[in-house]
């Protein structure tokens, strides 16, 4: 008998510009992944998302620009087979300068062509989506 999969709930902001996508790694890893995280109890999508990207990159959101990008499920990197991660994405604006947080040792802005090995599955899922859809190069 086959065990339903487990799944971590994921959020995650994509961020372009000048058509790369912003991803993060973090202290100790060596895979990049999309920054965001997990909401805590009673949380809504948009205040974890937000207080995710104060903790992650130093910045703050602004509210009225999130939208919903997308949701990318798969295999969740570096956990036992059979546990999946579903990442609720989503687009916005923000103030600040992206600088990295303690928990984040790089920030790095990709291209279509980054080596998949960098990539955790979801991140190589939302890379390929942006470049069918000719958000990045």
Same mark, same amino acid.
């Given at each position: 008998?086959?065990?339903?999969?487990?799944?971590?709930d994921?959020?995650?902001?994509? $961020?372009?510009?000048?058509?790369?996508?912003?991803?993060?790694?973090?202290?100790?890893?060596?895979?990049?992944?999309?920054?965001?995280?997990?909401?805590?109890?009673?949380?809504?999508?948009?205040?974890?998302?937000?207080?995710?990207?104060?903790?992650?990159?130093?910045?703050?959101?602004?509210?009225?620009?999130?939208?919903p @990008?997308?949701?990318?499920?798969?295999?969740?990197?570096?956990?036992?087979?059979? !546990?999946?991660?579903?990442? !609720?994405? @989503?687009?916005?604006?923000y103030?600040?300068?992206?600088?990295?947080?303690?928990?984040?040792?790089?920030?790095?802005?990709?291209?279509?062509?980054?080596?998949?090995?960098? $990539?955790?599955? !979801?991140?190589?899922?939302?890379?390929?989506?942006?470049?069918?859809?000719?958000?990045?190069?």
């Open positions: 008998m086959a065990l339903s999969p487990t799944f971590i994921k959020l995650a902001l994509i $961020l372009v510009h000048n058509r790369k996508q912003l991803v993060a790694r973090s202290r100790g890893k060596n895979v990049f992944f999309t920054p965001g995280g997990k909401r805590e109890p009673g949380e809504s999508d948009e205040d974890a998302l937000c207080r995710e990207c104060s903790e992650e990159l130093t910045v703050d959101l602004i509210r009225p620009s999130i939208k @990008y997308g949701v990318f499920q798969a295999q969740a990197f570096g956990k036992p087979e059979g !546990t999946m991660v579903r990442m !609720t994405c @989503y687009e916005a604006d103030k600040g300068t992206l600088t990295p947080s303690e928990e984040v040792e790089e920030l790095c802005w990709i291209a279509s062509d980054f080596p998949h090995d960098k $990539l955790s599955v !979801t991140g190589i899922m939302i890379l390929d989506d942006l470049k069918v859809k000719g958000l990045i190069d």
